[in-house]
């Protein structure tokens, strides 16, 4: 059995998590797969109903499981709660536990939905690609950190952007491996030209490609250029590798390409362990959207997608996942659209009757 705990967090999370299950339930009842899924309570809700953002059985039941399915937590609602207690249920904290450091972020241009992007249909036309961010180094764990006070009184904010050779060279090894199952193209990304930490990047990359990898396609590019092409031409790349803090940024970049926040699917995923099996942490990369919490109209495509990428990396049946995708894809062309991808005078659907859409999709394939 494979036991996948769900941690719903805040606002619309819990509303497109419930529509994932739903559509993992559809993969278990019809498809026959081992998946079982069991709600946690964490978070906020956990800090309201027992005092604390991650009790125990919470955790032990993250750590015995084969994989989370996550949906959003609010920071900014969870300002009440003691700085201690907010800690304890962090997603960065729970990222860091279950050193998830491969963070993989795929990005298509719907044909469907190609009017509703604020790109040209012709600029993202094929655009077909994936981040693999790093997630659990660079310059949101470096230390030293914090705000000091100078000897004149006034205060310095300071992060430090720090990788170690093995930590950028097994996010390399994983993006490479990744390349070879699809259109075998890399594109590293950094600020070689400003950051220490960047040249290692760009040197280490170079080696683990020299080393292990030379059937694959390389190409290093800055930042900043990286940033202008996913715009320009977001077709041209295959698989982006990129730190922690520019995975960040780019991925919201080439997110536009959707036009919504809600199309977008992510994994985090450890090495694998002894028994061959890795750690991984599925979730829309959405936040808990507070505008729209409670009604009923979140799209929940983010999540059902992220439960694609649970069907390809931890059930291990990629043809399931697949058959997911092409729902999703069906169901678009048939014209389901929830209200942030649809256009003017476009019937909108609720989160519930997306995922009727999606699963009527299933059905018939
Ligand atoms: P957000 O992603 O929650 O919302 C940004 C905009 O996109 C909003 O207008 C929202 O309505 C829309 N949107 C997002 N997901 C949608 C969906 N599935 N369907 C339709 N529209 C959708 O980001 P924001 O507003 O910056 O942050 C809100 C809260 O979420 C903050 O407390 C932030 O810390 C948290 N957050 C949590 C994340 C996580 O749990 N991984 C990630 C990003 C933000
Ligand atoms: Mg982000």
Redesign the pocket.
Known sequence: MIEIAVLP?D??GPE?TDEAVRVLDWFAARRGLPLRMTRLLFGTAAWQAEGTTMPDATWAAIEAADALLFG??????QQHIPAEERRKGA?LRMRKALDVFANLRPIRAWPALAEASPFKPRTIAGADLVFVRELTAGVYFGTPRGIETQPDGSRRGVNTHSYTEAEIARVARFAFALARQRRNRVTSVDKANVMEAGRLWRDVVSEVHAAEFADVALEHMLADNCALQLGRAPARFDVIVTDNLFGDLLSDCAGAING???MLPSAALSAPGPDGRRRALY??????????AGKGV???L?AILSAALLLRWTAGAPAEADRLEAAVEAALAAGAR???IALPGEAVLGTRAMTDAVIAALEAS
Do not use: K, W
């Open positions: 967090g606002g619309i497109v959003a937590t609010d920071s900014l609602a997603l919504s926040l809600g979730e829309p990369i959405h936040g808990s959207a507070p505008d729209i979140a799209n929940p983010g929830t209200a942030d």
